[in-house]
């Protein structure tokens, strides 16, 4: 079954940097492109970032483009979100989740990870 | 980028009873590719969101067929036709015709 475990989450500090990992398992991982979505506190769902099946298209929110980087390993079947210049607006659950339809579309979701920026 | 508007934002249901959400967006999500780009998605209490409905109406692995989705171009309905326990959480619609993905506000669902 599809599996995606997020870890990397923590309390970090306003202007710093984390990087965030999804570890995938029950599907060929090179096959799929993959989003982070991110939900802040008692808030809707909110798009971050979609990188391509083979890695050759990465797309990002305004929000975070020139400070957040998706990228993955194939070969550990693992997705990354590397988080620079932090701000408080970036505190949230960061979920990964797959591309599963044409277009973009997301089916499976990981439990996500807790992201709180705060001095 | 598209605006997605859900109404009620949200709702009280007694179990076995009907429930309906309609989603707007602010833009036709009809594709060249003749595809339509929504998608429903239902967080339950403290988990990730679970995909419900893609491409409108085709629902997803292991969804009861009491849900349905319906509609087109700018105008979007989820339908529980009979809601159980179970079915309480926030509801989410979701278009994926262009980038940035947006989803709507949510509507949350609880039993009376």
């Known amino acids: 079954q599809v599996q995606l475990v997020e870890s990397g989450g923590g309390v970090v500090q306003p202007g710093r940097s984390l990087r965030l990992s999804c570890a995938a398992s029950g599907f060929t991982f090179n096959k799929y492109g993959m989003h982070w979505v991110r939900q802040a506190p008692g808030k809707g769902l909110e798009w971050v970032a979609v990188i391509w099946y083979d890695g050759s298209n990465k797309y990002y929110a305004d929000s975070v483009k020139g400070r957040f980087t998706i990228s993955r390993d194939d070969s550990k079947n693992t997705l990354y979100l590397q988080m620079n210049s932090l701000r408080a607006e970036d505190t949230a659950v960061y979920y990964c989740?797959?591309?599963?339809?044409?277009?973009?579309?997301?089916?499976?979701w990981g439990q996500g990870t807790l992201v709180t920026v705060s001095s | 980028d598209i605006v997605m508007t859900q109404t009620p934002l949200s709702l009280s249901v007694t179990p076995g009873q009907p429930a309906s959400i309609s989603c707007k967006s602010s833009q036709s999500l009809l594709h060249s590719d003749g595809k339509t780009y929504l998608y429903w998605y239902l967080q339950k209490p403290g988990q990730p969101p679970q995909l419900l409905i893609y491409?409108?109406?085709n629902r997803f692995s292991g969804v009861p067929d009491r849900f349905s989705g319906s509609g087109s171009g700018t105008d979007f309905t989820l339908k529980i036709s009979r809601v159980e326990a179970e079915d309480v959480g926030v509801y989410y619609c979701m278009q994926s015709i262009q980038l940035p993905q947006t989803f709507g506000q949510g509507t949350k669902v609880d039993i009376k």
């Open positions: 491409e409108v109406s």
């Open positions: 989740a797959r591309v599963g339809y044409s277009n973009y579309g997301t089916d499976y």
